[in-house]
């Protein structure tokens, strides 16, 4: 952006310095500009996708689950060597390679319970993938909340310095209108106050921007636009959702495993082949030996891997039916929370705002005479921004209420932006 540029015709020292402060306020001025970003919620939300920290630690998990879903597990093969000493003085020497191969059912059973694991984290990760992008459209939204509040705000005080200085010039003669003062200049320091928590808030929300992209919450600012009222996630079957197919698949997992450790009680094969080279009394030999275990020679082991598999996997369906319960529930409370709102949003935007307006214009005409008429010019004039504000706080209890529901779409990560 170029450097604006003024030009004045200006005669004496005093209009020279009258210039140079002018054009020092308009570079302040444009640094700030500058200095703050505007981001579109799009492209916060795409910022987070890409420099988030949990979802960078969530896919170096992921990658590692798919490894070690990669394969069958076998025990390495393991390899002999033999050297034979004779009384006469001559040796012999041999080789043998073993390999030991669980029970087939063994094999499946673990290649299937590791299978589920990572389509579990893969739903997983979408899970969280939905999950970031709902705090991010929150957050976002909270730093236009807090921009808008304090736009708000800078309006009632202006409004309120106007009515000051009207009732000031009738409270030299009314005692009630004195009385009528001093609560209007009490009123203007309480948005002085609610001036400065705003600083505070604006300055937290932009950490937790900060916090969600990975970047250096002392120097990232940006400006926010003014989101655009979203809707109602489409939640059309709690059975779908990524959190719930996540869990489904934990149960397969334990499922598999239960049944792996219900094969603890079969026996593992052991298969050895062995050479032996050519003695003076001895021929050259080969041999192949197969050897299984006993596993129920020592029953108690089988038996607590069993008890332990069929724990794990009830475990796990209890606490899929109870989030199963809990999604349902809060669902239908949101929802309903969600319908009121908009429908109060829509009665303070389309009618009680606009008769505020009109309220306004009728009174610009009209010059307070008495107490009454100041009181009724302060109602006025304050009206319209504490219903902005109103509108502003019912908007982010509906946007926190649309951050939860969205956090469960049964939808793909680009369809949900």
Same mark, same amino acid.
Do not use: C
């Given at each position: 952006?170029?450097?604006?540029?003024?030009?004045?015709?200006?005669?004496?020292?005093?209009?020279?310095?009258?210039?140079?402060?002018?054009?020092?306020?308009?570079?302040?001025?444009? @640094? +700030?500009?500058?200095?703050?970003?505007?981001? $579109?919620?799009? =492209?916060? %939300?795409?910022?987070? !996708?890409?420099? #988030?920290?949990?979802?960078?630690?969530?896919?170096?998990?992921?990658?590692?689950?798919?490894?070690?879903?990669?394969?069958?597990?076998?025990?390495?093969?393991?390899?002999?060597?033999?050297?034979?000493?004779?009384?006469?003085?001559?040796?012999?020497?041999?080789?043998?390679?073993?390999?030991?191969?669980?029970?087939?059912?063994?094999?499946?059973?673990?290649?299937?319970?590791?299978?589920?694991?990572?389509?579990?984290?893969?739903?997983?990760?979408?899970?969280?993938?939905?999950?970031?992008?709902?705090?991010?459209?929150?957050?976002?939204?909270?730093?236009?909340?807090?921009?808008?509040?304090?736009?708000?705000?800078?309006?009632?005080?202006?409004?309120?310095?106007?009515?000051?200085?009207?009732?000031?010039?009738?409270?030299?003669?009314?005692?009630? @209108? +004195?009385?009528?003062?001093?609560?209007?200049? $009490?009123?203007? =320091?309480? %948005?002085?106050?609610? !001036?400065?928590? #705003?600083?505070?808030?604006?300055?937290?929300?932009?950490?937790?921007?900060?916090?969600?992209?990975?970047?250096?919450?002392?120097?990232?600012?940006?400006?926010?636009?003014?989101?655009?009222?979203?809707?109602?996630?489409?939640?059309?079957?709690?059975?779908?959702?990524?959190?719930?197919?996540?869990?489904?698949?934990?149960?397969?997992?334990?499922?598999?495993?239960?049944?792996?450790?219900?094969?603890?009680?079969?026996?593992?094969?052991?298969?050895?082949?062995?050479?032996?080279?050519?003695?003076?009394?001895?021929?050259?030999?080969?041999?192949?030996?197969?050897?299984?275990?006993?596993?129920?020679?020592?029953?108690?082991?089988?038996?607590?891997?069993?008890?332990?598999?069929?724990?794990?996997?009830?475990?796990?369906?209890?606490?899929?039916?109870?989030?199963?319960?809990?999604?349902?529930?809060?669902?239908?409370?949101?929802?309903?929370?969600?319908?009121? !709102?908009?429908?109060?949003?829509?009665?303070?935007?389309?009618?009680?705002?606009?008769?505020?307006?009109?309220?306004?214009?009728?009174?610009?005409?009209?010059?307070?005479?008495?107490?009454?008429?100041?009181?009724?010019?302060?109602?006025?004039?304050?009206?319209?921004?504490?219903?902005?504000?109103?509108?502003?706080?019912?908007?982010?209890?509906?946007?926190?209420?649309?951050?939860?529901?969205?956090?469960?779409?049964?939808?793909?990560?680009?369809?949900?932006?």
């Amino acid at each position: 952006m170029s450097q604006p540029q003024i030009f004045l015709v200006l005669e004496g020292m005093e209009l020279k310095h009258l210039k140079l402060m002018i054009i020092m306020g308009i570079l302040l001025i444009s @640094a +700030k500009a500058l200095a703050e970003e505007v981001l $579109s919620p799009a =492209d916060f %939300v795409n910022r987070a !996708l890409k420099h #988030n920290l949990d979802l960078r630690l969530v896919d170096a998990e992921t990658k590692e689950i798919t490894a070690e879903a990669s394969g069958i597990r076998l025990p390495p093969p393991s390899v002999s060597v033999t050297q034979m000493n004779m009384a006469n003085g001559g040796t012999a020497q041999g080789w043998q390679v073993s390999q030991t191969i669980p029970f087939p059912s063994k094999i499946s059973r673990d290649y299937s319970a590791r299978q589920h694991a990572l389509h579990a984290r893969k739903d997983e990760e979408l899970s969280e993938k939905l999950t970031i992008m709902a705090q991010a459209k929150l957050i976002y939204f909270l730093v236009w909340e807090a921009q808008e509040q304090k736009s708000i705000l800078e309006e009632k005080r202006k409004l309120l310095k106007k009515h000051i200085s009207i009732a000031r010039s009738m409270a030299r003669s009314d005692t009630f @209108a +004195k009385i009528h003062l001093l609560k209007a200049e $009490s009123e203007k =320091d309480r %948005v002085e106050i609610s !001036l400065e928590n #705003n600083s505070q808030v604006h300055q937290e929300r932009l950490s937790m921007a900060a916090q969600l992209v990975d970047n250096d919450p002392k120097n990232f600012r940006f400006k926010a636009i003014e989101p655009p009222m979203r809707k109602l996630p489409n939640i059309s079957s709690i059975e779908n959702v990524p959190q719930i197919q996540a869990m489904k698949m934990h149960l397969k997992h334990y499922e598999s495993l239960e049944k792996a450790a219900r094969t603890e009680w079969l026996p593992d094969f052991t298969i050895s082949y062995g050479r032996m080279e050519e003695t003076l009394r001895f021929p050259e030999n080969n041999q192949i030996m197969v050897g299984l275990t006993l596993p129920f020679a020592y029953f108690w082991q089988p038996r607590a891997k069993s008890s332990q598999g069929h724990a794990q996997r009830l475990e796990t369906e209890i606490k899929l039916k109870k989030k199963i319960r809990q999604i349902q529930a809060e669902k239908i409370n949101l929802e309903e929370a969600l319908r009121s !709102l908009k429908a109060q949003i829509k009665t303070l935007e389309q009618k009680i705002l606009p008769r505020a307006i009109q309220r306004k214009r009728l009174f610009q005409n009209i010059s307070p005479r008495n107490l009454s008429s100041l009181q009724e010019h302060l109602d006025t004039y304050l009206s319209i921004p504490d219903t902005r504000l109103q509108i502003l706080t019912l908007k982010t209890q509906y946007e926190q209420a649309v951050s939860w529901l969205a956090q469960y779409q049964a939808e793909k990560v680009n369809d949900a932006k």
